[in-house]
Every structure is written in structure tokens, then in C-alpha cells.
């Protein structure tokens, strides 16, 4: 086979955090764009780890994506890059701690920063797909700014059908603004029905276009963020189930993602199809989901706000039915992409993944990470081999053994000084390669949170998880 070479120069840029320039991002395709798989990330929106029949859940029902479980591995050890939507998408996209170009608070800005949103000098995987030759399609949850330059057009998909906005109503706006508006490149869609039906409606369109060529596909569905809003055939089905609007919500999820199966089944192209499931972060608080046995959810540092349900499945080169408990990691789609695509970049590039498919392919055993890391603003942790720390600003430390105890119950801080002196000097190393947070949250989330992560550190029920209780609990303390 002769290898055909191409050289992308991709946008420049100079950054203060010594990021590299897009000019000096070389990318280089190493085989035909007919046998390059197609790439398809399906991401899912505040899920709980426990809360699919192939994690084990007994009371909500996913045959399809149980289906895609089977089709490929399980990984149990995967975790997100952050605890909550935006700064987790960020690093996803990027294959980099998003920690490095100070995306680190959830959302896109706050109050005196504006939108900042996705740094403009890191490079995305629809950068590096387009480049080589890949269709490239963004569909639902954006949540990466609202800028003008944040827009996924401008960050490397040549189609967007989708919102800015990191939650929205799941039926039609009659005026919704800019952020929340369904939208085909920057032009509002009016549309029927129902929003999951609708973005798996788009996509089965985008992938029957792309048949006969290859495409990179980020399928971000808001299922099952708030608001809690389900079709009233689903609500009906699931009318005596404890969690009714999680039970049809999750129905409703799962029966798209059938769709897409279908779709590719039917144009002979599921072989040659890459497909990554997974949650942007653990169950959220106000969802009904279950993230058993996982200690947490959403917005902290235990291992149930970033610890998530993960599939790899590419059945015509990765053998299925199969469980992987290597610590993995949401950064190593971008590598393991590029590598199933036979895509080289520049070292210059720096990603902080790992390529997954020597693992896949029982080709290497073990751990593709000795060690990762998470911070947002005032909490931080970290994890080196069986360990996790966790770090409260100004309040101290929690350090547990995840192997003997995953429920992390047990603080071995005093009892094991040496790991955690280890620990430590391992996250405050990171640390030094980041830069600090370009903006920050409204300080009665951050007292909520603060207050969450002191009381699951002293194994103590929480007293509020939102600032509407925590202002309840206080007045009536006072």
C-alpha cells in the first residue's frame, strides 16, 4: 500500500500558558479515507454509573445500549476529566486537562469575565478530522461558550445541529433565546416533538450522507439533565415506577441510540464504526439517578462525580463481550481516535490521553494511566495506582484505598503518611503545569459544594445540596 502524506498548518496562536501554536500542529494521514473507521461519541448527560442493565441496574431498561455494551468492553475504571458538564466536554474535546487553558469552573465565564468559553488556541478532534478529510458533525449539548469563536463551526465541525446552552427545555421554545434555541450553523430549527428524538433524527440524516465516506460524529444528548421531561407514552409506560421521569427518560435514550445501531447495521458500515458511550460526569443530585457503589455524585470528588459507565465498541477490529478494569480516562478518546484513524500529530501537541487500543486488543495489560488528577477551584484530588486524595481548600485531607474500599469510607491520612506525603507532592506537581482558572461560580454553589465535600469527608449526612436549602438550613439554624 502506498502511504499518502498530508501536512496540515492549522491556525496560529500565542499563548501566555505556552500551549503550542496551531501553525505548528502537523497532522499527518497515513492510509486511504476508505479504510479509516468512522469515529462516534455518544455523550450522555448527568447519568448515573449504576443506572444501565450492563452496569448492573435492575429497575431502569436499556436493551440497545446494553446491546452496544455487548458489542464491545466495559471499561469499570473510567473517569471524566471534571465533576460537571462544561469543563468535562472541554477536556473530552481537547484530550488535554482542560485545567491548562483555564477551563476549569463550570460554565463558560462569570460575572465580570463574560463568555470566555473554549480557549481559541487548543486544538479539538474535529480540528484534526476535518483536516484529514473526515465529515465532521456536532449534534445537541455544546456548552463549550457561546461566542462567537466557541462555535462548534468554528472549532472544526463542518455541521452543528444542536444548542450552546448547558440544559433546555426538552420540547419546543416559543421564544427561546440564542443559547437555548435548537439550531442547524447559527440559524434557529423550529422543530416538534421531542428533543432526543429530534438530535437522533439529525444524526441518522448526517451518517446516511456520510456512507461511503468516513466521519467523526460527537453526539452529545442533554438525557437526562434537568428539566425532568418525558413523552406521556413513556411516562405512561413507567406510571408505577418510583423513578417514573428517569425510567422514560432513559427509555426514550435508549431506544435513539437503537436507531443509530440500526442506521449503521443497515448501511453495512457498525464493523467499521468506533463508538465511545459514556456519561460527562456521575449522576447528578436531582435526577433520581444511582451511582451505587460509588461514594458521591455530580459536583464532588468522590468517586461518583467522575467515575462513569464507559463502552468502547468497534466490532471489526476489537473483540466484544469483554470487561477492561484499567484506570482510563475520557482524555483517551482523542488518542486512541487518531490512532484508530491511522492519524499521526505533531508531539508538539502534548495531549494528555492515552491510546487505548493496545489494550483493547490484548496487545499490552494493565493500567493505560499510573495516575490522574481533578481540581475545580476550592476541591481537588487525585489518583496514583489503588489511592485517591482528596483535597477541601482550607479544611484538609481524605485519603482513601479504592481497592479495599470503594465506597471511600475509610481515611488512611494518619494511618499510611508516607502514600499520602506521595499523593501530594504528585497533585502539587500537576499543579504547577496548569494555570489558574480564567473565571469562577456564583459563591452559594461553591459554599454548597464546600459544604458537601466536608461533610462526605467526615462520612456525614449532607445538610443541602443547593443554595435554595442551604439558605433554608441556615434560617432555621439561626
Not at 486511504?32 to 442493565?53: H, M, R, T, V
Not at 431502569?60 to 469499570?76: C, Q, Y
Not at 435508549?254 to 456519561?279: M, P, R, V
Amino acid at each position: 500500500m502506498k502511504f499518502q502524506y498530508i501536512f496540515l498548518l492549522i491556525l496560529s496562536f500565542v499563548t501566555s500558558c505556552k500551549q503550542t501554536s496551531k501553525k505548528e500542529v502537523i497532522t499527518e494521514k497515513l492510509s486511504s479515507l476508505k479504510e479509516q473507521p468512522n469515529i462516534l461519541i455518544i455523550l450522555i448527560d448527568d447519568a448515573g454509573y449504576a443506572d444501565f442493565g450492563f452496569m448492573g441496574s435492575e429497575d431502569l431498561e436499556t436493551p440497545n445500549i446494553d446491546k452496544l455494551a455487548k458489542s464491545g468492553v466495559i471499561f469499570t475504571d473510567a473517569h471524566v476529566t471534571s465533576t460537571v458538564c462544561a469543563p468535562s466536554r472541554a477536556g473530552l474535546m481537547t484530550g488535554k486537562y482542560q485545567q491548562r487553558f483555564g477551563f476549569e469552573a463550570n460554565n463558560t465565564g462569570y460575572g465580570d469575565s463574560g463568555d470566555i468559553g473554549l480557549s481559541d488556541e487548543v486544538v479539538t478532534m474535529a480540528d484534526v478530522f476535518k483536516a484529514n478529510g473526515y465529515h465532521t458533525y456536532a449534534l445537541g449539548k455544546w456548552h463549550l461558550g457561546g461566542h462567537k469563536s466557541d462555535h462548534p463551526n468554528q472549532r472544526g465541525f463542518d455541521e452543528f445541529f444542536g444548542f450552546e446552552s448547558g440544559s433546555r427545555s426538552y420540547f419546543p421554545l416559543l421564544n427561546p433565546s440564542k443559547s437555548k434555541m435548537l439550531q442547524h450553523n447559527g440559524n434557529r430549527i423550529k422543530f416538534e416533538g421531542y428533543m432526543t428524538d429530534v438530535l437522533t433524527d439529525q444524526a441518522v440524516n448526517y451518517i446516511q450522507e456520510s456512507k461511503e465516506h468516513p466521519f467523526f460524529m460527537y453526539l452529545a444528548y442533554n438525557a437526562v439533565h434537568t428539566p425532568m421531561q418525558a413523552k406521556e407514552e413513556h411516562l405512561e409506560k413507567f406510571k408505577n415506577h418510583p423513578k417514573q421521569k428517569l425510567a422514560a427518560m432513559t427509555w426514550s435514550l435508549d431506544e435513539n441510540i437503537g436507531k443509530i445501531q440500526q442506521k449503521l447495521e443497515t448501511l453495512n458500515i457498525a464493523n467499521n464504526t468506533l463508538i465511545y458511550f459514556l456519561s460527562d460526569n456521575g449522576g447528578a443530585a436531582n435526577n433520581s439517578s444511582s451511582n451505587l457503589p460509588l461514594k458521591g455524585w455530580k459536583g464532588n470528588k468522590f468517586e461518583g462525580g467522575h467515575r462513569v459507565p464507559f463502552i468502547v465498541s468497534w466490532p471489526g477490529e476489537v473483540k466484544g463481550n469483554r470487561t477492561f478494569n484499567g484506570l482510563s480516562s475520557s482524555l483517551d478518546i482523542f488518542t486512541t481516535s487518531i490512532s484508530a484513524a491511522q492519524i499521526r500529530i505533531s508531539e508538539k501537541l502534548k495531549l494528555d490521553g492515552v491510546n487505548l487500543l493496545p489494550y483493547l486488543k490484548s496487545e499490552k495489560i494493565g493500567n493505560p494511566h499510573d495516575k490522574l488528577f481533578w481540581r475545580k477551584l476550592e476541591e481537588s484530588g487525585a489518583r496514583v495506582g489503588d489511592y485517591k486524595l482528596i483535597r477541601l481548600q482550607d479544611y484538609g485531607y481524605s485519603l482513601y484505598n479504592l481497592r479495599d474500599d470503594l465506597g471511600e469510607t475509610k481515611n488512611l491520612v494518619k494511618i499510611n503518611s508516607p502514600k499520602f506525603d506521595e499523593i501530594l507532592i504528585e497533585l502539587e506537581s500537576w499543579e504547577k503545569e496548569i494555570i489558574k482558572p480564567l473565571w469562577v461560580e456564583d459563591r452559594n454553589w461553591m459554599d454548597v459544594t464546600y459544604h458537601i465535600h466536608e461533610r462526605l469527608m467526615e462520612n456525614k449526612k449532607v445538610l443541602y445540596k443547593n443554595p435554595s436549602e442551604m439558605k433554608k438550613v441556615k434560617e432555621e439554624n439561626n
